[in-house]
């Protein structure tokens, strides 16, 4: 006996799975915004056990500046992650993946946001690592950056050029469908 999994399960599986990443990245992006005013206004103490038990009290008493642009550069690729996230929900949501003609204006646009917020996840992460380094040889004890959520700075560059290639062959296939409903 063979199942037969189509696409339209398929997608009402990623949607569902969308949500749940969702919810998980919004409560992550909550998590490190709420903790930075709350250390940064209310409790300096709390930078001990900063989000998920990160340790930045060494980097708060070095500085509080420093402070803050580690913990907002951690808040905009967190943020970023849960744009995207948002995204594929909506566009899953409105139903806007028309299979029977997938090259359409509102595919492509998805796709070019996508690329474009991987890029910016990409760039912030690459310089909260650097930055994190540069405080590291300033004598600051920095957690792991695995700990600081921006590693993988790489691979969201890689994901972001990836998604501009495909963009881009969305794009063209729209000027060949749009040239053939012409001819027609």
Not at 105 to 123: N, T
Request: proline letters at 2%.
């Amino acid at each position: 006996m063979e199942i037969k999994i189509g696409t339209t399960q398929i997608l009402k599986i990623l949607y569902v799975l969308s949500w749940i990443i969702f919810i998980g990245v919004c409560i992550e992006a909550g998590g490190i915004i709420f903790n930075s005013f709350y250390d940064l206004v209310l409790n300096p103490v709390g930078a001990k056990y900063f989000w998920q038990q990160i340790d930045l009290s060494s980097l708060y008493r070095y500085d509080r500046g420093y402070f803050f642009v580690v913990t907002l550069i951690m808040s905009i690729v967190a943020v970023t992650r849960a744009c995207i996230f948002y995204l594929i929900i909506k566009i899953l949501h409105d139903k806007k993946l028309n299979m029977a003609q997938p090259f359409n204006e509102d595919v492509k646009r998805f796709i070019f946001k996508l690329s474009y917020m991987a890029l910016l996840i990409g760039i912030f992460s690459w310089w909260g690592v650097k930055y994190a380094e540069w405080l590291a040889t300033q004598g600051v004890k920095m957690p792991d950056i695995q700990y600081l959520r921006l590693g993988g700075a790489d691979v969201w560059l890689f994901m972001s050029v990836t998604l501009f290639v495909i963009a881009q062959i969305f794009k063209r296939g729209i000027e060949i469908q749009t040239e053939n409903e012409l001819t027609i």
